[in-house]
């Protein structure tokens, strides 16, 4: 039982690049969350998904496209990267129900932009 | 918006001094949960405070919950090295997200 797991762990890319970072959960949980982590910013959400095949954004979503084709992975996109998103990226995955739904977060994704 | 506040920024410590983290919301959360982040690590779950007024305890950890579910506390009593990271609080506003606060990193003076 792995949890939660993201690929790839560091990525340095120059602006203008593409990328996409791969969040897989082996849980079978419904919830799905991409944040990205700044210093003194803390946590922020970019994009969420309540299940197969739905997404919503959240606080900051500008520069960024998500797509949930399969339960257990959540991808998150970046058409034309840009220094300003260089960041530390979570995934999380909760599952709704009555009592804890606490969200369980990968190992991180550090990408630079050049 | 729904925004979750979260004092001090930073907080450095004796070893075996108290340490307190407070978190403060504009509107009433259905519930709030803590998460600790050890450096270079990423966030992990400590608890999660549901009914108003509500107190628990985790050995040196205590969490509270105000009566207006507005507003949390995490209090640790004599910390020691393994204490030391980030702890956050999340708001949740019942919308199928938590909402962060800032975070509080303490560091400890052996």
């Known amino acids: 039982n792995a949890g939660v797991t993201q690929t790839p762990k560091f990525r340095v890319l120059k602006t203008g690049q593409s990328m996409t970072l791969l969040c897989a959960q082996d849980m079978n949980h419904e919830y799905m969350y991409w944040y990205r982590q700044d210093p003194g910013m803390g946590l922020r959400l970019i994009h969420y998904s309540v299940g197969e095949g739905t997404t919503a954004k959240g606080e900051v979503p500008d520069g960024y496209n998500v797509s949930r084709l399969k339960k257990q992975n959540f991808l998150l996109g970046l058409e034309s990267a840009a220094p300003s998103q260089t960041s530390v990226y979570f995934c999380?995955?909760?599952?709704?129900?009555?009592?804890?739904?606490?969200?369980?977060f990968g190992p991180g994704t550090r990408l630079t932009v050049l | 918006g729904q925004q979750v506040m979260q004092i001090p920024q930073y907080q450095h410590v004796q070893e075996g001094e108290d340490f307190t983290t407070y978190c403060n919301s504009s509107t009433t959360l259905s519930n709030i949960q803590w998460y600790k982040q050890r450096p270079g690590g990423h966030p992990v779950f400590l608890i999660q405070?549901?009914?108003?007024?509500e107190v628990k305890k985790q050995k040196r950890l205590t969490f509270q919950f105000g009566e207006a579910k507005k507003n949390s506390s995490l209090h640790i009593t004599a910390t020691q090295t393994t204490d030391v990271g980030t702890y956050f609080c999340a708001g949740d506003f019942g919308n199928e997200k938590l909402t962060f606060g800032t975070g509080t990193r303490l560091t400890i003076i052996p």
């Open positions: 999380a995955s909760s599952t709704p129900a009555v009592g804890v739904n606490e969200q369980f």
């Open positions: 405070l549901v009914k108003s007024g």
